[in-house]
């Protein structure tokens, strides 16, 4: 793959396909470094996300690395003619062609759909965006809030009557990026099965629109608008309907449980699980329509348990009873303390030359007959020039020194 | 207009699922061309239980939006659990290219399925589990929902508002089971090609919990890299330390997503430049304020002045005029607001389905977000209850009535 893939969508889409055996060949431009190198996310060092450095070690970055793993990885300044040659040649040795830049960017190097078919007759072009290649909006800039905000994803999350609470993360990142692995794999399919490829064009927004839920039938079947009281509706659940159905606090500070019991047998137990206190025998909670009807009530006599408890033991104890809940766990939690992640070996570990050992965070799916090969962490800046260029398109050492001397790797 | 691919239109997918996670999976292969066969007991699948219904119709297993946005496309068959319909299941099993099923170790020994069994004796079978913790583990057998996923897996610390007396709010949706049904729809399409080489199925084992735990974006590598925890802040990025706010509420009541990067020049100057020409830049025009350092010491003035500035405007225009300066803008648009967004539109985005109400209606649903040059997805409409259980029957029953070769 010549993976032309930069930032975070279009790194983590082709991540997948890295994981799983495709020899990804992440191409990078030394004057104009990938975003996830110069983010200030470096061991021993708290800093926010917009406070970088203004020289930073484009090797040091962890995002990068957690981005980029399993690729290798080559420079090409593109606004050389010599940089767009060698790319064209990288293109003939490749089947699948990414990108997620801004549209436009590849046109401008003449690498049009039409010009790569020249190249590669059975080509894979995948393009990645926010708002897709066509449409009045296709230039708009956008970030993962961004496409939130647009595709309806944030308006959904809240507390009614008050502003959003959205998305704390650019969760249409990691969405579209999986939308687009998926894209990827599907027109590869098509071509194993016919032998034709072709151009894909995939809109984080519309992946957004299609992650709404029943709300968006609502509106479109109903004629129900979702600007209205109540709505959205924070915790609750309304469909199908739940409570004790929310995020309560324990005895430690910002520390949370999840609670989400759907049916009368679930209540049953729960109550059972906490020591059967009076209140979970009060008339007002002895059934799902009277716990709904009384939830402000319910929710306070929850809260007052819950508060003297811990997350994960509170957790425990009622999944041990057979109802839904989990503490609200934090990277920490994640990384250090849960069995079940620690028993899937969800997080793996890898070495790297500056950063030395590092945690990945890696794939939710197992394949028992194909697994993902997590084999190297991410490439170093230009570090497999030699074997991209020499090995793969042949390049003797003193073309790839004049070409490195003349800026153009 | 492009069709449906081969690779997909001649995929049988048997659907034994019941949570959003593995219902939507089967949706994503229907739209593509899949013989998806949702396979439902005689009550229906549990979706069709839930709200919210068309015209209100609770109770109608023939009227449920849930059901729908998550069932499009596919063959709906009953079947209960006597040994005959077993039977029908086990020849559906072996008609398959893919099982997809969503129960746990204990909930699929309860319905008599064996995975392990099964792929043995079906050896280009795929097996796509999607389940809430994965089928190993000290946790498979735990209970989850949307909100409890969510929770374990750590997307909803990073959720909520600036005020952390209110608890972490879950964004909408049912984004935990959508993040599993995103990693169950790229396994089974690995599966499906590493098939075409060995001839051979796999299990396809699919965590939500896993699913939410890798999507937390900025979360683990600040625990993985400076191990500082991420905080929630009112729709904007989770970060080690309180941010701006960037949510502005403009004039007609909507709000708009901001993010204004002090230390971006290009983007200072774009800002007062705009703010300036509708005569509410105040002092930011200073030349004091070209300077990073001004700017972040006087941040809680500058966040003043915008929230004027959005307040004089609608957000409509906000969007337009701030994204032609190239600045990042977007409206917080409702899912009503969707139908009448212009870019949406230009690229005919939404489609009209049949609904399956028996009266001829239909309703626009979100139509594909990928588009490819050389086959399509689109939805189909959503089945009836047990409407494909006799069409089913006849097919199997016609396979067996050809004498093998």
């Known amino acids: ?409 | 207009m492009a069709t449906h691919s081969p690779a997909f239109s001649s995929l049988r997918v048997l659907e034994l699922a019941d949570d959003p996670g593995g219902e939507f999976t089967g949706k994503l292969l229907a739209d593509l061309g899949a013989d998806v066969i949702n396979v439902e007991p005689p009550a229906g699948a549990a979706s069709r239980a839930v709200g919210p219904f068309v015209d209100g119709r609770a109770g109608d297993q023939d009227a449920s939006l849930e059901f729908w946005t998550y069932n499009t496309s596919k063959r709906s068959v009953v079947l209960d659990d006597s040994p005959a319909d077993r039977g029908l299941r086990a020849e559906l099993i072996a008609s398959a290219d893919v099982l997809l099923t969503t129960g746990t170790p204990s909930q699929l020994a309860a319905q008599g399925l064996d995975l392990d069994a099964l792929r043995e004796a079906h050896p280009t079978l795929i097996v796509l589990s999607v389940t809430p913790f994965g089928l190993t583990g000290p946790w498979a057998e735990y209970r989850s929902s949307d909100l409890v996923g969510l929770a374990a897996g750590g997307l909803l610390n990073s959720c909520g508002y600036d005020d952390h007396s209110i608890p972490p709010i879950r964004p909408g949706g049912n984004q935990a089971y959508m993040l599993a049904a995103s990693f169950a729809h790229c396994g089974v399409l690995l599966a499906l090609i590493e098939r075409r080489r060995s001839g051979r199925g796999q299990l396809v084992d699919v965590s939500m919990h896993e699913a939410v735990a890798v999507s937390g974006e900025l979360a683990n590598p600040y625990w993985f890299y400076p191990k500082a925890l991420v905080q929630r802040q009112t729709a904007r990025h989770a970060q080690p330390v309180p941010t701006q706010p960037a949510s502005f509420r403009c004039g007609d009541g909507r709000w708009v997503y901001f993010a204004l990067i002090l230390s971006d020049p290009k983007a200072w100057a774009a800002t007062v430049t705009w703010m300036d020409e509708l005569g509410l830049a105040a002092d930011l025009v200073e030349e004091k304020f070209a300077d990073f350092e001004h700017r972040q010491r006087e941040f809680a003035h500058v966040q003043d002045l915008l929230e004027v500035f959005f307040l004089m405007q609608d957000a409509g225009t906000a969007y337009r005029d701030g994204q032609r300066r190239g600045l990042p803008i977007g409206p917080m648009q409702a899912p009503e607001d969707l139908l009448d967004d212009e870019h949406l539109k230009a690229r005919e985005f939404f489609v009209s389905v049949p609904l399956p109400t028996g009266d001829e209606r239909s309703a626009l649903f979100p139509g594909s977000p990928y588009r490819f040059t050389a086959f399509s997805a689109t939805a189909g409409r959503p089945p009836r209850l047990g409407e494909h259980t006799d069409e089913v029957r006849r097919e199997l029953a016609a396979v067996k009535a050809v004498p093998s070769a």
């Open chain 1, 1 to 409: 793959m010549a993976d032309f893939c930069w930032m975070g969508v279009g790194s983590v889409a082709t991540r997948m396909l890295a994981d799983y055996g495709a020899e990804v060949i992440k191409i990078e431009n030394r004057t104009r470094l990938d975003t996830p190198r110069k983010l200030p996310i470096y061991k021993g060092d708290v800093r926010s996300y917009g406070d970088e450095d203004a020289n930073p070690d484009p090797d040091k970055g962890g995002l990068f690395n957690n981005y980029c793993r399993n690729k290798l990885g080559v420079t090409i300044d593109m606004s050389k003619p010599e940089g767009r040659e060698l790319a064209i040649e990288l293109i003939r040795h490749s089947s699948v062609v990414t990108e997620n830049f801004a549209p436009g960017v590849m046109e401008r190097w003449g690498l049009t759909y039409d010009r790569l078919r020249e190249l590669v007759p059975d080509v894979v072009f995948a393009r990645m965006s926010g708002y897709g290649h066509s449409g009045p909006h296709h230039q708009f800039r956008s970030y993962g809030p961004i496409i939130q905000a647009v595709s309806g994803l944030t308006f959904i999350s809240g507390l009614p009557e008050r502003e959003p609470s959205g998305f704390g993360l650019s969760y249409m990142d990691n969405q579209a990026a999986y939308y687009n692995s998926a894209a990827l794999l599907m027109a590869i399919l098509h071509r194993e099965t016919t032998g034709e490829g072709c151009e894909v064009d995939v809109s984080a927004v519309e992946a957004g629109v299609t992650l709404l839920g029943a709300d968006l039938l609502d509106v479109t079947v109903n004629g129900r608008a979702t600007r209205r009281p109540g709505y959205p509706r924070g915790n609750r659940l309304e469909y199908p309907a739940a409570a004790p159905h929310g995020v309560y606090p324990t005895r430690h500070e910002d520390r949370w449980l999840a609670v989400a019991v759907f049916d009368d047998d679930a209540w049953q137990r729960f109550g059972a699980a906490i020591g059967a206190p009076a209140w979970t025998a009060d008339a007002r909670f002895a059934s799902l329509d009277a716990r709904v009807a009384h939830q402000d009530e319910l929710d306070a006599e929850v809260a007052a348990w819950s508060r003297d408890e811990d997350a994960h033991e509170a957790m425990h104890l009622l999944q041990a009873a057979g109802v839904a809940a989990a503490a609200v766990q934090n990277s920490q939690d994640l990384a250090e303390t849960d069995p079940q992640i620690a028993a899937r070996g969800t997080f793996f570990e890898l070495d790297h030359p500056v950063i030395g050992p590092a945690l990945f965070e890696g794939s939710p799916m197992h394949l028992s007959g194909s697994d993902a090969d997590l084999w190297r962490s991410a490439p170093l800046l230009g570090e497999d020039n030699d074997y991209v260029f020499g090995t793969i398109l042949g390049l003797d050492e003193q073309r790839r020194t004049e070409l490195a001397a003349a800026g153009v790797i």
